[in-house]
């Protein structure tokens, strides 16, 4: 298995634009994380699926934040409009039955 | 807040030496604490995890001792090598069916000196 793929690798957009990062999670995984990592705040989780449905969303920071699972194998963390408090690596985990997430290699955003 | 306090945040070991890595949690209903490896420009990956059901796993050169009474564990890295030269992530979540989202520490980067 190629493992959890995340795209893109990088993303440099400006304030205000809408930013689309995307996910691929392990074929069989049930559940599905989406995390941010800062310095500051470290790992904090935004939003969690289970067989394609939201479980938990109390992490995403405001209305600009949206994720979707529209299939057990693409999941899409969406920010509208960007601004550069949002500037992280955003990574994508999934699992089977919790145990044992798989991070793919993240997306690096910076909104300037 | 953050539910798993990691300490310290950052060590220097020689190799061959030991390194130490400390997490303490509040929350009684986890019972699913990994470990997790971070390189830089790679994402966190699974080192070991234990179960509140024993109180030492351990995983050729990695250990964890499990504290169930005091709330705590650590990880111990046994005769470090350059290349764990990364940065180390406790976690605790519940298990399934129960809400198991990982909770993790703030991390702690180990330098292991040649």
């Known amino acids: 298995d190629a493992g959890v793929i995340q795209s893109p690798r990088h993303e440099v957009t400006e304030m205000g634009q809408e930013v689309t990062l995307r996910c691929k999670p392990i074929s069989g995984h049930d559940y599905l994380f989406w995390y941010r990592q800062t310095m500051m705040r470290g790992l904090e989780l935004l939003i969690y699926f289970n067989n394609n449905v939201p479980i938990d969303d109390s992490g995403m920071p405001e209305d600009r934040f949206s994720a979707k699972m529209p299939n057990a194998s693409f999941s899409t963390l969406k920010i509208q409009p960007s601004e550069p408090r949002d500037s992280a690596v955003y990574f994508c985990a999934s699992s089977f039955r919790g145990v044992g997430y798989t991070f793919g290699s993240g997306t690096r955003l910076t909104v300037v | 807040q953050q539910q798993v306090k990691q300490s310290p945040q950052s060590l220097i070991v020689q190799k061959g030496g030991i390194s130490i890595i400390n997490c303490a949690y509040e929350n009684t209903a986890f019972d699913y604490f990994p470990w997790y490896q971070q390189f830089p420009g790679k994402g966190p990956a699974l080192l070991i995890a234990i179960r509140p059901d024993v109180s030492e796993k351990k995983e050729g050169r990695f250990t964890i001792s499990f504290n169930k009474s005091a709330k705590q564990f650590s990880l111990h890295i046994m005769d470090s090598q350059p290349g764990d030269s990364a940065t180390y992530f406790c976690?605790?979540?519940?298990?399934?069916?129960?809400?198991?989202?990982?909770?993790f520490g703030a991390g702690t980067t180990v330098t292991v000196r040649a």
């Open positions: 976690a605790a979540s519940g298990v399934f069916p129960n809400d198991y989202k990982l909770s």
